[in-house]
């Protein structure tokens, strides 16, 4: 059920047709967006919205449920690690399985909830997800950052467009990536057949034109994930990835298209076995100690809205991930490190181990 309404601007510069961007946007199927669009349910300026109207930058679209009761953000009792707080802002350590704001299916149960339990005030952005800057997927942990002010949110919004916000990713992937830092520029879409999943619409391979897949009359926006190998195991590499963008499945899906999965990643390819060889039996027990997909947000380093000061947060690798880290490079020692990440450089610059 949608609140009676939701009011938000377009923050890409170039959006899919309406009812495929609603769809992604309220986390419903696009045969109940493109119902809206029909209902006149959906406004642009103040008239009904046509289905095929691809949204530009900073328009506001507005989505009226006549007769719908009002929808309010409920408390709910969840635990929170939260890191570092200010009048400004909090970056909250996100635990594994929580979905970051209220949406269909998860209207009471979210991270926004977790934080109206606190206590703790969020403002700017849509009713739904005040504060949010940015999101992780749900079985993704990791730091994230909320906005407490109006001014706080569009200056984080803005330095996050700008590319002032650095966000780094721990992920444990299967095979071998190489030593030297890669940069996977590949346009993503939603996939045509399933609109859960992303997918690959075309690759810039550095040496030569775009390489097209065939998906014609689908609409991909330009994604680029820089990658480094941190330290290298039998069957599994852990990996840093840094965001030049952000979107949906962004890092899960660049991984995947070039064959190194993150392990555990039941969508896209992470808990497949796919080898004969020596290192068979390696790999599944590698799946069988992995929980979940193998990513965390460990590393954010964001100019403070208020002051312009560099603020670093760091947040180690989780400890339901352990086994499987400890597995995946071969190495049971880490089972007895208290800072894994730390321990293997994930935080230097250096050469992997």
């Known amino acids: ?10 923050a890409v510069s170039d959006a899919e047709r309406l009812d495929r961007f609603l769809a992604d946007q309220l986390q419903v199927s696009r045969t109940v967006a493109a119902r809206l669009i029909a209902e006149r349910c959906v406004r642009i300026s103040g008239d009904p919205a046509r289905p ?4 530009t930058h900073k328009t506001e679209i ?21 890191v570092y707080e200010d009048d400004e802002l909090a970056v909250i350590d996100k635990p594994a399985g929580l979905v970051v704001h209220p949406a269909p299916g998860h209207w009471d149960d979210t991270l926004v909830n977790a934080l109206a339990a606190r206590g703790l005030n969020l ?3 849509d009713e739904d997800r005040p504060g949010i800057v940015h999101r992780l997927d749900k079985d993704t942990s990791g730091l994230l950052v909320v906005a407490k002010t109006a001014r706080a949110h569009e200056k984080l919004g803005k330095a996050l467009a700008a590319r002032k ?3 780094k990713y721990a992920a444990l992937t299967w095979g071998h990536l190489g030593a030297e830092e890669r940069r996977i520029d590949a346009d993503l879409a939603r996939h045509p057949n399933d609109r859960k999943r992303m997918t690959v619409l075309r690759e810039a391979t550095g040496r030569g034109p775009h390489r097209s897949l065939p998906l014609s009359g689908v609409k991909a926006k330009h994604a ?3 990658v480094k190998t941190v330290a290298r195991g ?3 590499d852990l990996v840093r990835c840094t965001l030049e963008t952000g979107r949906t499945h962004q890092i899960r899906v660049h991984l995947s298209s070039i064959g190194h999965p993150v392990v555990g990643d ?6 497949e076995v796919g080898r004969s060889d020596s290192t068979r039996k390696a790999a599944l027990t590698l799946v069988q100690v992995t929980p979940r997909q193998a990513l965390h947000a460990a590393w954010l380093i964001l100019p403070h809205p208020a002051t312009g000061e560099s603020l670093e947060l760091r947040s180690e690798w989780p400890s339901d991930l352990l086994p499987a880290l400890a597995q995946g490079l071969g190495s049971p020692e880490l089972l007895a490190e208290t800072k894994p990440l730390q321990y293997l450089g994930f935080f230097d610059s250096g050469e992997p181990t």
């Open 1 to 10: 059920m949608l609140p009676p309404e939701t009011r938000f601007s377009v």
């Open 52 to 55: 095929s109207l691809e949204p």
């Open 62 to 82: 507005v989505i009226v449920i006549p007769g719908a009761p009002p929808r309010q953000v409920v408390p709910a009792h969840i635990p929170l690690n939260v």
């Open 123 to 125: 403002a700017g952005g």
């Open 165 to 167: 916000i650095q966000r």
């Open 224 to 226: 680029a994930t820089i």
């Open 234 to 236: 039998g069957v599994a």
């Open 266 to 271: 039941e969508t896209y390819g992470g808990t």
